[in-house]
Nanobody, 126 residues
């Protein structure tokens, strides 16, 4: 059974930090790339960050670059999203998702992701 399980969400004050984890199972981890997405209430789901464990390539949305860091522990089949200097506008449900490593260059295309986690809530208070 394929599973992507997010954890690490919570309530934090503006300026604080959280680390999200995405634990993958049920598929060959190094054949997939992992993206983090978020969806704020009433808004569309948007890409946050992306990592290709096969070559270590990382990508970030402009809104989080310099504040968030994505990393991968291939031995644990887990991807992390370290979120620093959090802002109230970062409040959203955060999802991780997996797509084949040979997918297109544009990592933010949602339909290309084959597997999705259930999401974890991140709330940043002002």
């Amino acid at each position: 059974e394929v599973q992507l399980v997010e954890s690490g969400g919570g309530l934090v004050q503006a300026g604080g930090s959280l680390r999200l984890s995405c634990a993958a199972s049920g598929f060959t981890f190094d054949e997939y790339a992992i993206g983090w997405f978020r969806q704020a209430q009433g808004k569309e789901r948007e890409g946050v960050s992306y990592i290709k464990s096969s070559d270590g390539g990382t990508y970030y949305a402009r809104s989080v670059k310099g504040r968030f860091t994505i990393s991968s522990d291939n031995a644990k089949n887990t991807v992390y999203l370290q979120m620093n200097s959090l802002k109230p506008e970062d409040t959203a449900v955060y999802y991780c998702a997996a797509r084949p490593v040979y997918s297109s260059y544009w990592w933010e295309i949602l339909p290309e992701y084959k597997y999705w986690g259930q999401g974890t809530q991140v709330t940043v208070s002002s």
